[in-house]
Structures are given as structure tokens and as C-alpha cells.
């Protein structure tokens, strides 16, 4: 039996990308709808609360609907919101932030800075899936292949190299399931990273891999821990660094890196904005990657700023001491630690170390435990980059109710097209806290 169709009309886009509409009081989670519609939906899963569906038939456009560029747009997962204008695409990401921040942070009157860059051709880092020979992305919601032939949201590296790969994969007679991934640096160097189950290529892919026009290196994982490298298997990256010089961060691929190459310098001077780095003060980073907000960090705050960076990765943070090293960072100006964010920051609390300046990057998740602890080294400020508006909420109420307050929020617009959020606040110590 069919569900019957029920009339919506859409209020505005929500965390994940659909629009929510209402039915009799009831709420309706429609992808690919936007503020304004009037759409005929269908429902595909029904909650206690709330029913997820599907757009039969859009009635009435809203005013902010606009024809999408990609012909796989709806049907491929990666994009949520190429049916709005860019104006309204901003307003929902930062609703999306505001209404996280107030349900799960209780935070409320914070009006965000947006900083954004292009809408099209930003994305320097992008994972296609494999199967049956042939190379896409995945359905929304599912595990479905749909093929593409391009991705108006790649880089230019990628977009020229993305029919390449797709012939090399199905000449090479790669059946998968496996992934690769494009990485492009701040250089433009162009690294093939690719991962399946044991034996998942055939001999002849790593030759035809290096041969495609662009591409600078590949690795590829062939079992356990083993990745076969070939040509140059690293991107690098330029940061502002000490004495005015940039700093060139070699960084492996496989790690973490921002998506957006073109705004990366904007969330940059963004951060340093917001943390406001002096001479002479102590500072601790958390999830330092390969150094990107670092050595920014020990540009603007010198002399004699001190930055202790804690990463859990070592491929990272060999790059950031390697990289360190090349700038002639001073061995007092900054310290590396290896190991899991929580088990240093306990470490750091027993020698009573204090800090003026904490500024965190956490992955999705955000600082989870970490977050309890940070008030004891006394920073009269707190910066927080996050990817993920539920998680950022949660760390910013565990530091309310520690006593610091956010004073400053940024909406850095690191993902056009889609409904993922890219934030910064700032929170400052309440002077009538008391001493940790």
C-alpha cells in the first residue's frame, strides 16, 4: 500500500539539510525542499516526534528556490542545498548554528560574522567510491553508487581528473568496493589516496594512476598497515609563520586538512582574530594537525609567545616539527606533545601548568572530556573551531557552567552547497569566577 501524500509548507532548512514543514502540529523532515515551498510529501519513516520524507511534487516555489548546476544534484549525497540561492543558503547554515547553540548550549544573543569565499570550485579534497568498475559518489542516505562524470563544487584539479580517474578505474578493471580520494594542496600537487579490502586493485592501477595528467603522487593500501607510495605522495600547504615569512607544511594526505583550499587563510586570520595571541603569553593548542593555526599563532603573538601543541596523530606532528624546524621557530616558543587530547591535558593539569590562551580544532566530536578540564590552567580566553554545531554546544555549556562566556561567533563559510556548518567562537573568563 502506498502512504498517501500530505500538503507541506516549508519553514526553513535544518541540521542535516531538509527542510521542516508541519502537518496538524506535526513535524516533517523533507530533503531538497526549501523555505517557502509548498511540496506534496510523502512519508518514507515515521518517529515519535517527527515523520521523514520525501518531495513527491514541489506546488509552489518558494521565493529563495533556484535551478541547481549539477544534473546528479538530488540522487548524489554530497550536496544538500544547490536549490538555494546563496543568500538563503548562509541563512540556513546560520540557523543551523544559532538553533544548536541555543538547544543544546543554552546560549542565545550571539549575532555570527559570516566570512565566505567562492560558491563553486572550492573543494580541494574530495572521496569517490568504487564499484562494479566504475567511480562515484553515494546516494544520500545509502550505499547505492551513483557514477559522475564531474563535480561543479571540486577544485579545478579534481573536475579535469575526475573522467580520468573513472576511466583508469574501469580499464584497470577495479570492481571494489573501495574509495579513493583526491587530496589538492595549497601548491596544487595532487595525491591519489586509495583504500579497499585486501587485494583490492589489480596490478596495473598504480601505472595508470601516475600516468593521468595532473596527478603528482599516489598511495595506496594494500594490506594491514602497508600503503605503496609513488611519486610524491605529500601536498603542502603555506602558513603565516615567525619573522614574517610564510611556512610550508608537507602534509600527508591521509590526514586531516581543511576541504576548502581558498578559505583556509581566511579561517586563519580569522582564528587569530579572535584569540588575539601577545608577547610573552602561554599557550595551548589542541589538535594542532600539522601546524595550520601554529605557527600563525607564534607570528602573531611574538616575541616570546610560548605555544604547547598536542596532537595524537605523529605523521602530523613530525610535519609540524619538521616544518618548525625549517622556520627557524625558536625551541622555547614551542613545545609538541604526542598523544590523545584528554590523557595530556590531565598530564599538563598534575604539573600545574598554566595557560592565557587555550585555542582548539577538534574533529567532529569536539573536546568532549577536555572541555571539563581547561578551566583549571586559568585562560582568560577560549577559542573553539568546530565543524559540527551539536558538539560545539555542548563544549561551549560544559565552559558556561565553568564560568566563561562566548563574546564572539563566526560563521566561516567552508561548505556552499551543503548544510555542513564550519564555526568559531570565542569565550571569555567571567572576572567574578574565582580562581580554578
Request: glycine share 12%.
Amino acid at each position: 500500500m502506498i502512504a498517501p501524500v500530505s500538503r507541506l509548507r516549508i519553514e526553513k532548512v535544518v541540521h542535516g539539510g531538509a527542510g521542516l514543514g508541519r502537518e496538524e502540529g506535526r513535524v516533517w523532515l523533507v530533503p531538497y525542499t526549501a523555505p517557502g515551498d509548498l511540496v506534496e510529501a510523502r512519508p518514507v519513516r515515521e518517529h515519535a516526534t517527527y515523520v521523514e520524507g520525501t518531495c513527491e511534487e514541489v506546488v509552489e516555489p518558494g521565493p529563495d528556490r533556484v535551478e541547481p548546476r549539477c544534473p546528479w544534484f538530488g540522487r548524489c549525497g554530497g550536496c544538500h542545498l544547490q536549490h538555494l540561492s546563496r543568500e538563503a543558503q548562509v541563512q540556513a547554515r546560520r540557523g543551523i548554528l544559532l538553533e544548536s547553540l541555543r538547544r543544546f548550549g543554552r546560549v542565545e544573543g550571539l549575532d555570527p560574522e559570516v566570512v565566505a569565499g567562492d560558491d563553486w570550485g572550492y573543494r580541494g579534497r574530495m572521496e569517490f567510491h568504487v564499484g562494479a568498475g566504475r567511480l562515484g559518489f553515494f546516494e544520500r542516505g545509502s550505499h547505492d553508487l551513483v557514477p559522475v562524470e564531474d563535480c561543479p563544487i571540486a577544485v579545478p584539479e579534481i573536475r579535469r581528473l575526475i573522467p580520468d580517474l573513472g576511466r583508469a578505474v574501469a580499464e584497470a578493471g577495479v570492481s571494489g568496493p573501495a574509495n579513493l580520494e583526491v587530496v589538492v594542496g595549497a601548491d596544487a600537487a595532487v595525491v591519489v589516496v586509495g583504500d579497499g579490502p585486501p587485494g583490492w586493485f589489480p596490478p596495473t592501477l598504480p601505472e595508470r594512476l601516475t600516468a593521468l595528467r595532473g596527478v603528482s603522487g599516489i598511495l595506496l593500501h594494500t594490506r594491514g598497515r602497508y600503503w605503496l607510495p609513488m611519486g610524491r605522495p605529500t601536498v603542502g600547504w603555506d602558513v603565516p609563520g615567525p619573522q614574517g615569512r610564510d611556512v610550508r607544511l608537507d602534509l600527508d594526505p591521509r590526514g586531516f586538512s581543511q576541504a576548502n583550499v581558498g578559505l583556509n587563510p581566511r579561517l586563519i586570520e580569522t582564528v587569530m582574530r579572535l584569540a588575539a595571541p601577545r608577547p610573552g603569553e602561554q599557550v595551548l593548542e589542541l589538535y594542532a594537525g600539522a601546524g595550520n593555526f601554529t605557527f600563525p599563532l607564534l607570528a602573531a603573538g611574538a616575541p616570546e609567545i610560548r605555544v604547547t601543541a598536542i596532537e595524537a596523530s605523529r605523521t602530523a606532528l613530525a610535519a609540524l616539527e619538521q616544518a618548525g624546524a625549517e622556520a627557524g621557530a625558536t625551541p622555547g616558543g614551542l613545545t609538541t606533545i604526542a598523544g590523545k587530547t584528554e590523557t595530556v591535558v590531565r598530564k599538563l593539569l598534575d604539573g600545574r601548568r598554566r595557560y592565557d590562551l587555550v585555542l582548539a580544532d577538534p574533529p567532529r566530536g569536539g573536546i568532549a572530556e577536555a572541555a571539563r578540564h581547561l578551566p583549571r590552567f586559568g585562560p582568560t580566553r577560549i577559542v573553539l573551531v568546530s565543524c559540527e554545531p551539536a558538539t560545539l554546544a555542548r563544549d561551549t555549556a560544559t565552559l558556561v557552567a565553568a564560568g566563561y562566556r562566548p563574546d564572539a561567533l563566526v560563521l566561516v563559510d567552508m561548505f556552499p552547497q551543503t548544510a555542513h556548518v564550519e564555526a568559531v567562537l570565542r569565550l571569555v573568563a567571567d572576572p567574578d569566577r574565582g580562581t580554578p
